[in-house]
């Protein structure tokens, strides 16, 4: 049975930090390209971070560039992103998403774990 499940968000401060990760059981977890996709109240799905399938290269959406930072640890199955600097605009339900690589769509993906950002 394929799980994605993501845990680690929660209500933080404007400025701060958080890490959020993602545990993969029942595929490989390393032979996928892994995403992470979130959606604010009232918004539709947003395109966050990519990392290939080797972890080697990564992909960010110009608004989180330069504070959010995505990683993997392959003998783990699990996939984290760190958001530093974070603004309430960064409010969401954030998910991870696995794919065949940069041109396919999902094929799993999670059940999301809330960000607050708020004062």
């Known amino acids: 049975e394929v799980q994605l499940v993501e845990s680690g968000g929660g209500l933080v401060q404007p400025g701060g930090s958080l890490r959020v990760s993602c545990v993969a059981s029942?595929?490989?977890?390393?032979?996928?390209?892994m995403y992470w996709v979130r959606q604010a109240p009232g918004k539709g799905l947003e395109w966050v971070s990519a990392?290939?399938?080797?972890?080697?290269?990564?992909y960010y959406e110009d608004s989180v560039k330069g504070r959010f930072t995505i990683s993997q640890d392959n003998a783990k199955n699990t996939l984290y992103l760190q958001m530093n600097s974070l603004r309430p605009e960064d409010t969401a339900m954030y998910y991870c998403?696995?794919?065949?690589?940069?041109?396919?769509?999902?094929?799993?993906w999670g059940q999301g774990t809330q960000v607050t950002v708020s004062s």
């Open positions: 998403a696995a794919a065949p690589s940069i041109y396919s769509g999902f094929l799993y």
């Open positions: 990392i290939d399938s080797g972890g080697g290269t990564t």
């Open positions: 029942g595929f490989t977890f390393s032979s996928y390209w």
